[in-house]
């Protein structure tokens, strides 16, 4: 019996998100919202509404909240997204499937491998191509590395808007280690355009082995380190346990994924239940919370890194050799060596990359594990070389609805903590 | 659970095309994919959510103006738009997609705010950027373009936006 | 009017000149003593948005270490700000809060665009974002990259470094209208991102 089953009778309650009135999300326009400040206020009514953001530091990048306050208390709250807006879905049928990478890399910007991954799994998908198991393992390596370093960024800034400021710098020292590592893979710090349809840029470089064994070794004691500094400190846990609590049931009801749901004690990843790459062939914990409070979210993450690193190990091992790109001529260009030899080769590189290559019609999903939940791609294809239409399903745009009920009836100084455990990235929420 | 015996019976019945509560079903890419039209679209989604589909991942629209042929079952009258949603059933470990086609001069369709508080965001996004309206939403506003902004940029007839790159020698500073 | 208290008194400078004085001062032109306190005390506003605000954060974090700069504070109010890092691509629905942050600014102030979104448009060439922050306030360097580097956005901030230094010290922005290259955003149906602009 697995714990889903298992779990199905002590999900919770969901009938506060299901609510239409008298719900904790403030359901206002802006133009409500500044008619508003005209009318004034009932005696008595010392309800206020307060703007936050979307430049604020704590709102992770360009998150808006409208709060209702009473006192120091939030009633109901409204996020307002969209002020990083970019387009990427439009510009995103414009660019051949080549180039498509490029564009939704720079979606959650800070786990980059991911978006790359799911868009190239649903172009495979709709190719009906199976990639070379080197490039298989590749992306699982780089995927966990990227897990690794986005946990590490969000212990850098959940540290940063607690209040403890030295978690930041260790978090960004950590995170530069497995950037470095990143650089010399794919040859960028960020937006790498290191997963491409059919398999990767690139094969790993000489002395990869060494590097991540350094790093492997090198990490443990200092992700150790943020136990020391935070996890058994009275401060740190106060600020954080039983602050956002939320259940499975209304996680389920909301969408919500990732270490949001795993907090509340529902176990699923699907990395585990629903196997891609090659996560069956691997050994992992998936990790869960009891409480679902924001606490729970920081541990889960926390060790997940640990965990990831776990896999990282195997990977080291299992690598296999091959190749890491499909050789389809119609997906492949040639190999760099051969265009100086070959007029065809030639041709064959130069169309590969103007006109792309074509995919056959018709539509698919694929789903990957994003350290945020469940990032999805779904591509309608016209038989053309770009997509028809591009969707990337961004977890936090999803995740981002169980903020009002979170905050509702907590203290102001408490939204900061759930913004941040709920870890949004805006330019997947904005996309 | 009434349905589900309703259900057998329809699936034994029916032979080919295949459906599911009353859908008609299709594999795309090995992926499922059901058919409702846009009556029995709450229905089916109701029906599919009481068989174990907990969640609904994604609510999203394509516009099909300028490529109108796709994979339809026979029976179903393309439209301009389609709306897509998907569910997924952590028990069985399976996904299904719901396509619902949606005309173009009556762009409306059912929330599913009721059966999955979710999609909420997601169906305001997509009224943000195609102009389907969902009927019964509790805020069906934008939610990613400034309130003000005029037409649905996901579109087909709605431009990319590009601006020729234009190249200028920089006046001196003072 | 009170009288200000004065260092020696005026007509009783000590006749051994200033040696007399038990504290060491030094001798320099105003212009040059306010511009290099203002050039190394340059405080940035936080206005991260997208990629280029992880690099922007890194560069601070303590590996690139900011700090050797006195940057290292970034401020979350404008008021308290010199600089403001515009890193990331500039939405239209972003374009006027951005343009409110700015003016909120104390004078004197400098703008870096950090990365090719926030310069240019990048390769989002499209309906949502502002081809270049340029359009809406006034930028002195540009940072290229997607995203910059922590040392390209470092080259960027020496760069600024040697403006305000060699810069008038009494200078003002002339007008609230933006620079740039004078490219304006012409939306579809006539929704420019100047219209979208704040202003004053």
Known sequence: MTAVEAIGSSLGDDSAVRRRDDSPVLRMSETEAAALGDVPAEHGDTRMLVNMGPQHPSTHGVLRLMLEMEAETVLRSKPVVGYLHTGMEKTGETLTYLQGATNVTRMDYASPLFNELAFSMAVETLLEIDVPERAVWIRMLMSELNRISSHLLFQATNGLDMGAVSAMIYGWRLREDTLRLFEKITGLRMNHNYIRPGGVAADLPDGWRDDLLRLTDALPDKVDEFDTLLTGQPIWRERLQGVGIVNAAECLALGLTGPLLRSTGYDWDLRRDMPYLAYDEVEFDVLVGTYGDCFDRYAIRLNEIRESLHLVRQILDKMPGGDYRIQDKKVTPPPRARIDQSMEALIHHFKIFTEGFKVPEGEAYAAVESPRGELGCYIVSDGGPKPYRLHMRGPSFVNLQVLPHMMANTLLADTVAIISSVDPIMGEVDR | ?174 | MAKLPLIGEVGRVPEEGLAGLDHNFLTARIEEVVNWSRARSCWPATFGLACCAIEMMAAGGAHYDLARYGMEVFRASPRQADLMIVAGRVSQKMAPVLRQIYDQMAEPKWVISMGVCASSGGMFNNYAIVQGVDQIVPVDVYAPGCPPGPETLMHAIVTLHGLIENGEITRRRDSSEAGGAGIMVEQRDGQTASKMVITK
């Not at chain 2, 709450?42 to 394509?62: F, I, K, N, P, Q």
Request: overall charge negative; proline content about 9%.
């Open chain 2, 1 to 174: 659970m009434t349905d589900e015996s309703s259900d057998e019976e329809e699936q034994a019945e029916a032979t080919a095309p295949e459906s599911v509560h009353g859908a008609p079903v299709t594999s795309s890419r090995g992926q499922k994919v059901l058919h409702p039209d846009r009556d029995s679209y709450v229905e089916v989604v109701g029906a599919l959510r009481a068989d174990g589909y907990v969640m609904c991942v994604d609510v999203t629209a394509v516009d099909y103006l300028l490529d109108p042929a796709r994979d339809l079952p026979p029976g179903v009258e393309p439209q301009r738009f389609e709306v897509v949603t998907s569910l997924i059933n952590h028990a069985e470990r399976s996904r299904v997609r719901i396509r619902v086609q949606v005309p173009d001069d009556d762009p409306v369709l059912p929330t599913l705010f009721d059966e999955y508080p979710g999609t909420e965001a997601m169906e305001r996004e997509t009224y943000d950027m195609f102009g389907i309206v969902f009927d019964g939403h509790p805020d069906m506003s934008r939610i990613l373009m400034p309130e003000d902004w005029e037409g649905h940029p996901l579109r087909k007839d709605y431009g990319v936006g590009t601006v020729p790159v234009q190249f200028k020698a920089p006046e001196a500073r003072t």
